[in-house]
T-cell receptor, first 110, second 114 residues
């Protein structure tokens, strides 16, 4: 079983739509959960991180963690064409190693 | 805004040659990482580095690889005797502390082994 599972998409939505991106994981020891955005041939850019279960909001972005279900989500409200990118979930336990999902490719159509 | 910088942006090398990938982490960061991303695959952890020593490494990081912080600003990844399958994007990242889950990534070095 893979440590982190993420639907690769591609996901295509109209401008202004609400986008929901999700990851599941198998390791119950994961405590830190991150979402990165990666544009083509660029490095991952940290969007949000959360510790343990709960919600965190930053502007148009909301991250949710449900540790009981081993499920994390990223919601993007009022999506913009500039949001078009690959979104990577990542997580770690108390160690330094990050475990990434494969990434979901998102296209927001004007 | 401070950022992690990597050089070169693209490196082409012949199979069997040694390459050194260079990174300048954010200046007040103490934890340093190397990751790689083979084209079309997920980002994979290679190694973390703190206090001038390796703190954690993955199975990928075998004797072919080594890291070094030769001075106060650079962090390097050396790959000895490169193989075709070493072709990938290599990302350097840095973070303030080990408890800080935020790691800031550089733009990457694309390594092509021919």
């Amino acid at each position: 079983q893979k440590e982190v599972e993420q639907d690769p998409g591609p996901l295509s939505v109209p401008e202004g739509a609400i986008v929901s991106l999700n990851c599941t994981y198998s390791n119950s020891a994961f405590q830190y959960f991150m979402w990165y955005r990666q544009y083509s041939r660029k490095g991952p850019e940290l969007l949000m991180y959360t510790y343990s279960s709960g919600n965190k909001e930053d502007g148009r972005f909301t991250a949710q963690v449900d540790k009981s279900s081993k499920y994390i989500s990223l919601f993007i409200r009022d999506s913009q064409p500039s949001d078009s990118a690959t979104y990577l979930c990542a997580m770690r336990n108390t160690g330094n190693q990050f475990y990434f999902g494969t990434g979901t490719s998102l296209t927001v159509i004007p | 805004e401070p950022e992690v910088t990597q050089t070169p942006s693209h490196q082409v090398t012949q199979m069997g040659q040694e390459v050194i990938l260079r990174c300048v982490p954010i200046s007040n960061h103490l934890y340093f990482y190397w990751y790689r991303q083979i084209l079309g695959q997920k980002v994979e952890f290679l190694v973390s580095f703190y206090n001038n020593e390796i703190s954690e490494k993955s199975e990928i990081f075998d004797d072919q690889f080594s890291v070094e912080r030769p001075d106060g600003s650079n962090f390097t990844l050396k790959i000895r005797s490169t193989k075709l399958e070493d072709s990938a994007m290599y990302f350097c990242a840095s973070g303030k502390t080990g408890m800080n889950t935020e790691a800031f990534f550089g733009q990457g070095t694309r390594l092509t082994v021919v």
